[in-house]
């Protein structure tokens, strides 16, 4: 591949996702040129008691609308179903929304279409779209989430008259390591962009590296959407890349981008 088509080559760029979901972006930030530092600093976790997720999928038919918002959920509730003897004919006749394309695709993936993505993939445009879409009054809603997610979507969706059951099926738990060396790594410069893409991510990093090093500046940010951008600055650290698409190509492209904009003089 010529060197005019691998924009990312020489930069030393690292991943914090969970490592079972970093593939993506490792394999794009790696087809680019990149030198990915694989650096996982959440593990994917499902709760121990889905007793709730069990009842309500029991009773799907008693729902309006059934949501996911994120990869990570559907997976749970997808290895959960298995173990219960259950497949996606629980979801016939329910609608289901998907936060983003990607969740949309690993629904359709395990054989649900979602009938409903909103254009910008955030809690509130969730909200924004199903009203848009019916009258919420008295309607149910069920979302399974991660036990740490923002009370925006259901209380986006409350403020609407919806009834909303809430279950956690999941946390971002920190995973453990030493982060001495790549903390070291950073305050040093040898690191060229960190991404995030989950607020957890950020947060995690931050007590993984320390704060010295994760908000040392000598490397550039790089963040999935708004949210995590959000958590990104209240830590400290300045963020220089913000995908325009929340989703793994848009951060991708967004970082192709930022390295390959002429120098100022």
């Known amino acids: 591949m010529a060197q005019t088509s691998r924009p990312l080559a020489g930069r030393r760029i690292v991943v914090t996702r969970a490592r079972e979901q970093a593939g993506d972006l490792v ?13 996982p600093t959440i593990r994917i976790e499902p709760l121990a008691d889905l007793g709730p ?10 729902y309006q609308w059934i949501v996911f918002t994120s990869q990570n959920t559907v997976k749970v ?13 629980v979801f016939r006749g329910v609608p289901v929304a998907a936060i983003g394309p990607a969740t949309a695709d690993a629904l359709a993936e395990r054989g649900v279409s979602p009938a ?5 993939f955030v809690a509130e445009a969730v909200v924004e779209a199903l009203a848009a879409r019916e009258d919420l009054r008295d309607k149910r809603v069920l979302l399974p989430r991660a036990q740490e997610a923002r009370d925006t979507l259901p209380e986006g969706l409350r403020a609407r008259g919806a009834t909303v059951d809430v279950i956690p099926v999941y946390r971002a738990a920190p995973e453990q390591g030493d982060g001495a060396a790549l903390g070291a ?13 989950a607020s957890s991510t950020v947060r995690n990093f931050t007590d ?14 790089a963040v999935i959407g708004p949210i ?38």
């Open 27 to 39: 394999e794009s930030l790696a087809a680019l040129g990149a030198d990915v530092v694989v650096a």
């Open 53 to 62: 997720l069990r009842d309500a999928l029991g009773a799907a038919a008693r």
């Open 77 to 89: 509730v997808w290895d959960s179903m298995t173990r219960w003897g259950l497949d996606a004919s």
């Open 116 to 120: 409903l993505v909103p254009d910008r």
């Open 185 to 197: 790594e950073l305050l040093a410069g040898l690191i060229d962009a960190v991404t995030f893409t």
């Open 208 to 221: 993984l590296v320390g704060r010295d090093a994760a908000t040392c500046g000598r490397f550039a940010t």
């Open 228 to 265: 995590t951008a959000a958590t990104a600055r209240s830590l400290g650290i300045a963020v220089a890349v913000e995908a325009e698409q929340y989703t793994i190509p848009g951060l991708v492209d967004a970082l192709t981008r930022y390295f390959s904009a002429p120098v100022a003089p």
